[in-house]
């Protein structure tokens, strides 16, 4: 008897374990494959636009991803750092040995954490209700809660060319009956695809043909931990390409044999939009010459280069002629094919935002099964699966991230009031605060709740506090100091460049023009704070104008995902509620009047019905 | 919906005191920020203050102001009513400057809808809002629809497609970094949009008609021969001796104007010197003035002589004024008919200014000619017109904000905040807040993937 089991060991499956596992719940891990553990078989990177500061939410609230990549690291960059400080994030290529290693060493010495080999097949359901699962053979394990984070596995089908085999990814064996087990307990499965570029042995490729894309020279990490595990001047780097006319060529006239246009006819499985093969890109971007193409490192203990933006299904004839018309890549030796993978997910709408479903009490799902892609999506989904389900045994409310505090309220949000109909990715473009959810104050925004939840140590968070202190000091010391208009100082003012002074004015005022930085008041006054705390008093003051218009919208939004409905509100008891809305409202069953508003199809008088109606029936204050 | 709103509580009508009310936290502290007299957050609950609505240093009315704070109120919220003296334009501005200012338009029934919420009215009068809310809903979103003309909601559509190439440019400049084939938008380009934005903001307002009939009024003339009786007409429209009234022809030497209101709307009315080959110098000015003044004018009064036959000129006039909205008026029925038949098709109406006659039927033909029919009615559909009024100035102002964040080297990342929140304003306005509909544009427009 567990009080937890997690059924699936990649990146949502592994924080959800540690996160119930620290919590102190008996934990049980079953995996496929012990050695695939915290595998990663797409792209060898962590990390990216939104993707990165979810990764700094993660260890914000006292999950491992941050952590684990920090010790894992081939090469990191700052993207955006040209551009403001809302959009800056790290992108990491991550080795593909040592990360899953570092990750399976953290799940090994973790106490109450047990890990198993074995395929699920079957949940134990009484009522509603899961009480643990059953496997292959049979054999039963009882537990209070179940987490399921499958991944591509539920009746996994490579496709490549004109075949389709059922397989996971690496040949693994796939769940052949648990979706449709779950289709038998009311879920509504989708289906939904994805694909893989090839792999090219390293020392087949002429690099000269190539351009170098290097590491940033500063040290990063995505941790608030801040540990360095690297150096610098160590860092691998990648190399970018860019499709040929002959390439384009190939494709076009081999395209009734790619899986996806026509080698086979019976995919249903949605690709992903953000993510489309290159028979896509030609396609539908055919005034298009050429597309950029990155060669990754996957790892330092094997030879194997990644090519991304190459994903394709054709046949493997197909791909040695386009892999061979790559310039630098003319003599490239495939090490493995590219392939498109299909698999079932669950409709995410039928989940809470505790990630809990709504099916099937003490169930939660998180990751690829709910229809996301991407190890960030999936790490931050099992994260707050593994927090939600401990606070459940604990009798404690789940914890809920809404829209303006994290990339991961962002998400959770999109999926269960929304829905999804290709693998959902994060974007900034989806927040609608990004400027609130910046890299930089992750730390600020969830650090407390890591504390309060238990995953955050006595020891981290006391270095959180000083950080916190250290930043209300330097507001103070900047607001207190002043810069008089002496001779010197117009003289220096001249050099930056930036206008001279007419009066005094205070450091904080002074930083507010865009040309200032710390080094010019530095120049005057020593600071002695670390660069985080700068950076992070920096973008306070310079941006303060849009931080407050920011703050200003989301208090509307806050004010209106406060007003709660009630679990037992009966739609059909409201007159005049227009048809659609009704539908939706009773399947997605939004837990507040600002949730019930995003859901497409729901308009503002439906809306006002609701709170009348609230108000009647349940006396309701608004 | 903590949120303040706002909107005109009476009916609309000439002469008429207009009530604006406004309920919600803010109220105090917007209506504090159009008003100028005594602070309002100092004045004490229910009491009723003189002061002036102005828009910055412009005074807009002048007009008595209740105060009430809550709980005591019927929304059970702070309260404020504006009671406005200057007809329907004049009311019209004082609500386009509380929008402005941050209120929300209120929706139909929203007061009462607020008042049952907190508390106010019981479980038998809600019944009657649900029913408010829903049968009136319809109504108004019908209304606002046909009142965005299917060509300014064209205009609004193509604008914000333009915005939107822009702001998804530069989303996926901040989602795939790494893209060195995607184009990057500058601040140079930026500048550009800024100038095209601008001017389509204005080329749209410009072409709401509806707005400048609301706003300015509609530019009246009323020309003929001298003696036919313009000054009378004029002065029975205004009901006062504005122009002087003589038996000698060519009296009415200068212009006269004069501002009347037919049910609400505006009409600002020129009465001009006769047409007439004259010698007199003075009189010459005012005749080719005259001439002038029907080319720019968007309604023509040509007042004509029961008692006389059409002259040479008057038949030009005719001909001048055949593709202007115009109408004919034949004025001294109450003497013999003389005049031939009228070679028009425009409206004719016969009429004795001496003895007040026949005025109400010139009054509704002036009304059906521009469909004030309807403004007078259906007070939605000129609510609706003065909400797009309200965005689009928003959106203006959403525009400096962006030319700020250029001029201050903001990053591009955040000028494009203001940016995209222009694109969200105008999409109010036509009813388009299809929130996929920027993820979808970045995946349509771009190749991007791995």
Redesign the interface.
């Known amino acids: 008897m567990y009080e937890i089991i997690v059924v699936g060991g990649g990146h949502a499956g592994c924080e959800a374990a540690l996160a119930s596992a620290r919590k102190g719940h008996k934990t049980l891990l079953i995996t496929g494959n012990i050695n695939n553990i915290a595998d990663m078989p797409c792209n060898p990177s962590i990390g990216g636009s939104a993707k990165g500061i979810v990764v700094r939410e993660i260890d914000a609230l006292g999950g491992e991803m941050g952590r684990n990549a920090d010790k894992s690291l081939l090469q990191i960059k700052m993207l955006n750092s040209a551009k403001g400080p809302a959009v800056q994030a790290l992108r990491a290529q991550a080795d593909k040995i040592t990360y899953p290693k570092n990750m399976f060493k953290t799940l090994r010495n973790t106490k109450n954490l047990e890990i198993r080999e074995a395929l699920v097949e079957d949940l134990i359901i009484d009522d509603r209700t899961v009480h643990g699962v059953i496997l292959e053979d049979g054999e039963q394990i009882t537990s209070s809660i179940v987490i399921l984070t499958t991944g591509t596995y539920l009746k996994a089908d490579i496709l490549v060319g004109d075949t389709r085999t059922r397989q996971g990814p690496h040949g693994e064996k796939p769940s052949n009956h648990l979706s449709d087990k779950l289709g038998e307990y009311g879920f509504n499965i989708i289906r939904l695809k994805t694909g893989t570029p090839q792999r090219i042995d390293k020392s087949s490729i002429d690099y000269t043909k190539t351009k170098e894309e290097k590491g940033d020279n500063h040290y990063w990490t995505f941790s608030f931990d801040n540990e360095i595990h690297y150096k610098i001047e160590d860092q691998i780097s990648c190399h970018l390409i860019y499709t040929q006319p002959e390439t384009h060529k190939i494709i076009r006239e081999n395209l009734n044999k790619s899986s996806m246009y026509g080698g086979l006819d019976d995919i249903k499985g949605v690709g992903p939009r953000y993510c489309p093969s290159i028979e896509d890109k030609v396609v539908r971007f055919a005034d298009k010459e050429k597309h950029q193409l990155f060669l990754e490192p996957e790892s330092l203990y094997y030879d194997d280069i990644y090519i991304q933006g190459f994903s394709t299904s054709m046949p493997r004839d197909i791909q040695e002629k386009m892999v061979h018309s790559l310039p630098g890549l003319e003599n490239a030796k495939i090490l493995k094919y590219a392939y498109a993978i299909e698999y079932d997910a669950i409709d995410c709408r039928q989940l809470k935002q505790s990630l809990e479903t709504k099916v099937i009490k003490n169930l939660y799902t998180a990751g690829q099964i709910n229809g996301t892609s991407g190890y960030e999506e999936a790490a931050c989904q099992g994260l707050m699966a593994g927090i939600n389900a401990s606070l459940s045994l604990e009798g404690k409310d789940p914890l809920i991230l809404k829209r303006n505090e994290a990339y991961i309220g962002v998400l959770i949000d999109d999926l269960v009031t929304k829905g999804v109909i290709d693998p959902y990715r994060l974007l900034t473009s989806r927040a609608e605060y990004r400027l609130l959810l910046r890299h930089d104050n992750a730390d600020i925004r969830l650090r407390d709740y890591g504390y309060e939840i238990g995953l955050v140590s006595q020891e981290r968070y006391d270095k959180f506090l000083l950080k916190k202190e250290q930043i209300n000091h330097l507001f103070e010391y900047l607001k207190s100091n002043k810069l008089t208009p002496t001779s010197e100082v117009q003289e220096y003012l001249k050099t930056i460049p930036t206008t001279e002074l007419k009066d005094g004015i205070s450091l904080y005022d002074f930083l507010k023009r865009p040309e200032i930085k710390f080094k010019h008041i530095e120049h005057f006054y020593p600071i002695l704070e670390s660069d985080e705390v700068k950076d992070t008093v920096e973008i306070y003051i310079k941006y303060e104008g849009y931080i407050a218009k920011a703050l200003k919208e989301a208090e509307k939004m806050i004010d209106l995902d406060n007003k709660k409905i009630p679990k037992d509100i009966n739609y059909d008891k409201i007159h005049n509620l227009a048809s659609e809305a009704k539908q939706k409202l009773k399947m997605i069953q939004p837990t507040s009047i600002g949730q019930a508003l995003r859901i497409s199809g729901v308009n503002p008088a439906d809306i006002s019905l609701i709170m009348v109606y609230l108000k009647k029936e349940y006396h309701y204050e608004s | 919906?903590?949120?303040t709103i706002a909107a005109i509580s009476t009916a609309l009508g000439v002469g008429a005191i207009s009530i604006i009310r406004i309920s919600g936290s803010d109220a105090i502290d917007i209506t504090n920020k159009i008003w100028k007299g005594k602070d309002l957050k100092k004045l004490p609950s229910h009491t009723i203050q003189y002061g002036h609505i102005v828009d910055g240093d412009e005074i807009i009315d002048e007009v008595l102001l209740s105060i009430m704070r809550a709980p005591k109120t019927f929304t059970v919220e702070d309260v404020i009513e504006i009671n406005s003296h200057g007809g329907i334009a004049t009311t019209n501005k004082v609500l386009e400057l509380l929008l402005i200012n941050g209120c929300r338009l209120a929706?139909p029934g929203?007061f009462t809808?607020r008042a049952?919420?907190?508390g106010r009215i019981d479980?038998i009068e809600?019944e009657g809002?649900?029913?408010l809310?829903?049968a009136k809903?319809d109504k108004s979103r019908a209304l606002a629809l046909s009142q965005v003309s299917g060509n300014i909601s064209q205009l609004i559509k193509e604008l914000r497609q333009k915005i939107v190439n822009v702001v998804a440019n530069i989303?996926v400049?901040?989602?795939?970094?790494?893209?060195?084939?995607i184009a990057v938008v500058t601040t140079n380009q930026l500048r550009d949009c800024v100038i095209e934005i601008e001017r389509e903001l204005k080329n749209i307002l410009s072409k709401s008609e509806t707005s400048t009939i609301i706003k300015e009024g509609i530019k009246v003339v009323i020309v003929g021969k001298p003696n036919v009786g313009k000054s009378s007409i004029l002065n029975c429209l205004l009901e006062e001796e504005k122009a002087i009234v003589t038996d000698i022809a060519g009296t009415t030497r200068d212009i006269v104007e004069g501002d009347i209101s037919i049910d609400g709307i505006l009409l600002h009315v020129i009465d001009t010197a006769g047409i007439r080959e004259t010698e007199d110098v003075v009189e010459k000015l005012g005749v080719s003035k005259s001439i002038n003044l029907i080319e720019e004018a968007e309604l023509v009064l040509f007042v004509l002589n029961n008692n006389e036959e059409l002259t040479s000129e008057e038949l030009e006039i005719l001909e001048k004024i055949k593709d202007k909205p115009a109408i004919i008026i034949v004025n001294k029925t109450d003497l013999p008919k003389r005049l031939n038949n009228i070679p028009t098709e425009k409206s004719i109406i016969y009429l004795s200014a001496q003895n007040n006659i026949g005025l109400d039927d010139l009054r509704r033909e002036i009304k059906l000619l521009f469909n004030l029919e309807k403004l007078e009615t259906e007070d939605y559909s000129y609510l609706s017109s003065a909400r797009s009024i309200s965005l689009l100035k928003q959106a203006y102002q959403a525009l400096e904000e962006v030319k700020k964040g250029i001029e201050?080297?903001?990053?591009?990342?955040?000028v494009e905040?203001d940016l995209k929140n222009i694109w969200n304003l105008l999409g109010q306005i036509t009813g388009d807040t299809?929130?996929?509909e920027?993820?979808d544009q970045?995946?349509s427009q771009f190749?991007?993937?791995?």
Do not use: Q, R
């Open positions: 919906m903590n949120d929706e929203e809808k049952f919420l907190n479980l809600a809002v649900m029913d809310i829903s809903t989303e400049n901040i989602d795939y970094p790494e893209y060195e084939d201050n080297n903001n990053p591009i990342d955040m905040i299809y929130s996929e920027l993820i970045l995946f190749c991007l993937g791995k």
